[in-house]
């Protein structure tokens, strides 16, 4: 490889690269493998494999990928693919549930999060600009694959888009201290389900929204534990309880 292309790859692990050339990287063997099989484009794999070849694979030394590679433990695969361009339409979110996502910015959790959504049949995830990006490098690699199915959007104003729906009468869920216990409030298999930001929760702009409260309690209710739960793990607890009572 030559020094340019090494600085390419390199610089691709940069936002404002990913945005301006509409590029991402994805590191590993079984995720490669399954986007080379899906509907994204992939303009280059790069491979120490000497199992893989066709028009958009290249075989490089192992000095090379540990070059390129963003893990700490280089892979043997990594594929430059065209970033998908989704259309939001309000229209379609009707009929089903949704996330929103109120800066959720740890990289790590937004791929959880995206992988518990794709698990729990959640097609559709809406962002504030102030979450992380999702092509950014850890975040495809905790996907595990899911960021092939499931769509996020970055939303200018995600406050205003939830006003419009809720005056349409979409359900807004929101995980707040002084909601009911998700365990005893009704659930409908429709609307917007806000997880907020990992150190204030959810704004006030989108606090202001949320038309049902929701609590996951402590076991047992009275004792003295910890602060709050992690965003993504308090996303699989609400999704779970969902997908339970569907």
């Known amino acids: 490889m030559t020094k340019a292309e090494i600085q390419h790859l390199r610089s691709l692990g940069d936002k404002r690269t990913r945005d301006a050339e509409g590029l991402f990287i994805a590191e590993g063997d079984k995720l490669v493998e399954e986007i080379l099989s899906s509907h994204l484009r992939v303009r280059k794999v790069y491979t120490t494999r000497s199992d893989m070849s066709g028009a958009v694979i290249e075989q490089i030394d192992r000095r090379d990928m540990e070059r390129i590679s963003a893990l700490k433990t280089a892979t043997t695969t990594i594929a430059v693919v065209e970033q998908p361009?989704?259309?939001l339409n309000i229209s379609n979110l009707d009929g089903r549930l949704t996330l929103a996502l109120d800066g959720v910015q740890n990289p790590g959790n937004l791929g959880t999060i995206i992988?518990?959504?794709?698990?729990?049949?959640?097609?559709?995830?809406?962002?504030?600009?102030?979450?992380?990006?999702?092509?950014n490098p850890k975040v495809v690699q905790a996907t595990m694959g899911a960021i092939l199915r499931?769509?996020?959007?970055?939303?200018?104003?995600?406050?205003?888009?939830?006003?419009?729906?809720?005056?349409?009468?979409?359900?807004?869920?929101g995980t707040l201290l002084d909601g009911q216990?998700?365990?005893?409030?009704?659930?409908?298999?429709?609307?917007?389900?806000?997880?907020?930001?990992?150190?204030?929760?959810?704004?006030?702009?989108?606090?202001?929204?949320?038309?049902h409260k929701l609590l996951i309690p402590p076991y047992p209710a009275t004792r003295s534990t910890s602060e709050s739960l992690n965003v993504a793990m308090a996303?699989?607890?609400?999704?779970?309880?969902?997908?339970?009572?569907?």
Do not use: P
């Not at 962002?127 to 092509?135: F, L």
């Not at 996303?235 to 569907?246: D, K, S």
């Open 150 to 173: 499931v769509r996020v959007h970055y939303v200018d104003d995600l406050a205003a888009m939830l006003v419009s729906l809720r005056d349409k009468g979409t359900a807004i869920y």
């Open 181 to 211: 216990s998700i365990y005893t409030t009704e659930l409908r298999q429709e609307g917007i389900i806000v997880m907020g930001n990992e150190g204030r929760g959810l704004s006030d702009a989108c606090r202001t929204v949320v038309s």
């Open 115 to 135: 992988r518990l959504a794709d698990w729990f049949g959640i097609e559709d995830i809406l962002c504030t600009k102030e979450c992380a990006d999702c092509y």
């Open 85 to 87: 361009r989704h259309k």
């Open 235 to 246: 996303t699989g607890i609400v999704l779970a309880e969902f997908r339970r009572r569907g």
